[in-house]
């Protein structure tokens, strides 16, 4: 049959093509479409990362006999975070550079004075309890959350490590911070098992990785990235 010789209108030999489900079919694309485009438009843009090396200074952080303190792990971690923060586009801010004291109040102003960043704090942790262990991450408000979360998420990809899950704090440096802000616990320095873990290089890399993943996961991609793109776009 010919198209000249056709009885009936060519649309109506496919009515699926205006059922019901097709129509249905079609709202359900629009709207992920629109909601694609709203991700988009709310996607982090920042491309500052402001790493704050908990304690320092006379403020050794948890101690335990046998193992060095808190404030030299925490250092050692900040740096291994920031060299892959740069090498992936980032502008790293750090609190602290080496063994001082930075007050609470002064960490935070970093960050305040800082448009459009986040802010992780590295910590480890210290019990009385010998035998608790694993990683927690903290947040305080709302915007927080999902770095808090996707952070979290990436630690645990690393073998062994106990989920202590991602909890709310009013620690100072992140309830008074007016960005994204979340607090790292990167295991139990008194626990026999994890302080070996802890002072080993390799994990410590291990665990930067996982954080800055974490990190990017959360902003969708890195700067490099981006600017990569754009320099595609732009020939």
């Not at 249905?24 to 694309?29: D, K, P, Q």
Request: with cysteine; hydrophobic share 40%.
């Amino acid at each position: 049959m010919t198209d000249d010789k056709l009885t009936v209108a060519p649309s109506l030999i496919h009515p699926r093509a205006h059922s019901p489900i097709c129509r249905f079919s079609f709202l359900i694309c629009h709207l992920s479409f629109v909601i694609l485009l709203a991700a988009c438009a709310t996607r982090p843009t920042f491309r500052t990362v402001v790493v704050d090396p908990g304690h320092g200074g006379h403020d050794p952080g948890a101690t335990q006999r046998g193992v060095l303190p808190e404030k030299i792990w925490t250092l050692d971690l900040a740096y291994r975070l920031k060299s892959r923060l740069e090498q992936a586009g980032f502008t790293v801010v750090m609190t602290r550079t080496n063994d001082v004291f930075i007050p609470l109040e002064n960490r935070v102003l970093i960050s305040n004075s800082e448009p459009n960043v986040i802010f992780v704090s590295l910590h480890f942790n210290s019990t009385p309890k010998r035998d608790i262990q694993g990683v927690e991450t903290y947040y305080d408000t709302g915007r927080s959350a999902k770095l808090a979360a996707k952070v979290q998420q990436s630690i645990l990809q690393l073998p062994g490590v106990f989920d202590r899950r991602v909890k709310t704090a009013p620690y100072y440096v992140i309830r008074y911070n007016t960005n994204p802000a979340i607090l790292v616990e990167g295991g139990f320095l008194s626990n026999p098992i994890e302080s070996r873990r802890i002072a080993a290089p390799s994990y410590r890399d291990a665990l930067a990785d996982q954080i800055y993943a974490g990190i990017v996961a959360y902003r969708g991609r890195t700067p490099a990235q981006e600017n990569a793109t754009a320099n595609t776009a732009a020939r």
